[in-house]
């Protein structure tokens, strides 16, 4: 029974280039969740979709960061341009219900140098 | 002020010793709780959730105390396999869960 997937797992790019994530659900997952990493901040929410639509998107940094989830078995995170302090490491994560136990999945880790 | 406040450790404890955790949140809204652990390099997982009249799974004890706003985790009989980083985690009205910044565990010989 896969679990969530996430790819790339680790991503490694310039300053201003564009960077992509993604992110497949457990199927039969109604809740999605991108969250980032750091060790000075711990865990932060950036957005969640219920049924493929966005719910909340007030954690997102900036309007550098944009999500998309076109499908329910498909959701991107993109970066567009990227600066060094985005480097952290992204998980996508998927629940049955809200407020219920997450899965994540093995994260990206993004360097932007 | 942080929503979930957790002390960052490390707490290193020999094998076979107790050890506990709390956590405090600042929500008072806040209807439910979990335990996350997160392995170094690896995904955080749920460990346990935490209900109002307490939980125990196996080796490892929840308590919520709602008037004083934390939780708290107990592990009795410590291995080697539990260091780790404890993750303390709320969720309020809106249906998303809130990750404090983790407690660090080593567990030694």
């Known amino acids: 029974d896969a679990g969530v997937i996430q790819s790339p797992r680790h991503e490694v790019t310039e300053m201003g280039q564009e960077v992509t994530l993604r992110c497949k659900p457990i199927?039969?997952?109604?809740?999605l969740f991108w969250y980032r990493q750091t060790m000075m901040r711990g865990l932060e929410l950036l957005i969640y979709?219920?049924?493929?639509?966005?719910?909340?998107d007030s954690g997102m940094p900036e309007d550098r960061f944009s999500a998309k989830m076109p499908n329910a078995s498909f959701s991107t995170l993109k970066i567009q341009p990227s600066e060094p302090r985005d480097s952290a490491v992204y998980f996508c994560?998927?629940?049955?219900?809200?407020?219920?136990?997450?899965?994540f999945g093995s994260g990206t880790q993004l360097s932007v140098l | 002020r942080k929503e979930v406040e957790q002390d960052p450790g490390p707490f290193n404890v020999p094998e076979g010793a107790t050890v506990a955790f709390n956590c405090t949140y600042s929500?008072?809204?806040?209807?439910?709780f979990f335990w996350y652990r997160q392995d170094c390099r690896k995904e955080p997982k749920l460990l346990m959730s935490?209900?109002?009249s307490g939980n125990e799974d196996g080796r490892f004890t929840a308590q919520l105390n709602r008037a004083s706003q934390y939780i708290s985790l107990l592990i009795r009989d410590s291995k080697l396999s539990d260091s780790a980083t404890y993750l303390c985690?709320?969720?309020?009205?809106?249906?998303?869960?809130?990750f404090g910044t983790g407690t660090r565990l080593q567990v030694t010989l």
């Open positions: 994560a998927s629940s049955l219900a809200p407020k219920e136990k997450l899965f």
């Open positions: 199927s039969g997952h109604d809740y």
């Open positions: 979709f219920n049924n493929n639509v966005p719910i909340d």
């Open positions: 929500n008072s809204a806040s209807q439910s």
């Open positions: 935490v209900y109002s």
């Open positions: 985690v709320t969720a309020g009205t809106a249906s998303k869960l809130t």
